[in-house]
């Protein structure tokens, strides 16, 4: 049974950061890529962040270019995304996803179509 689970959540102020983390069990989590989507209010889930099974290829949206990094710890089987300057349009549902098939790249997992599992979800709520 593979379990996704996302932490690091909450309420921020208007140019501050965030760290969100994401860990992965019942897989072998270096053969899979990551990626982290977020779902706002009345809009359609988007990936903001991808990041390849090795760690080479990453993907980031337009809207967080700049801003966001994402980064694997195969050791701790855990991938994380770090958001600075955090904007309020940045509220919004944020989801860790793996892959579905083992050694794909960043662009894979990041059109969505591929994703083998999703993570329950974890608010961020950015104030002016």
């Known amino acids: 049974q593979v379990h996704v689970a996302e932490s690091g959540g909450g309420l921020v102020q208007a140019g501050n950061s965030l760290r969100l983390s994401c860990q992965v069990s019942?897989?072998?989590?270096?053969?899979?890529?990551m990626g982290w989507f977020r779902q706002a209010a009345g809009k359609e889930r988007e990936c903001v962040a991808a990041?390849?099974?090795?760690?080479?290829?990453?993907y980031y949206a337009d809207s967080v270019k700049g801003r966001a990094r994402i980064s694997r710890d195969d050791a701790k089987e855990t991938v994380y995304l770090q958001l600075n300057s955090l904007k309020p349009e940045d509220t919004a549902v944020y989801y860790c996803?793996?892959?579905?098939?083992?050694?794909?790249?960043?662009?894979?997992?990041?059109?969505?179509?591929?994703?083998?599992?999703w993570g329950q979800g974890t608010q961020v709520t950015v104030s002016s």
């Open positions: 996803a793996t892959d579905r098939a083992k050694y794909g790249s960043a662009n894979t997992i990041a059109s969505g179509d591929e994703v083998g599992f």
């Open positions: 019942g897989r072998t989590f270096s053969s899979y890529a």
């Open positions: 990041i390849g099974w090795s760690g080479v290829s990453t």
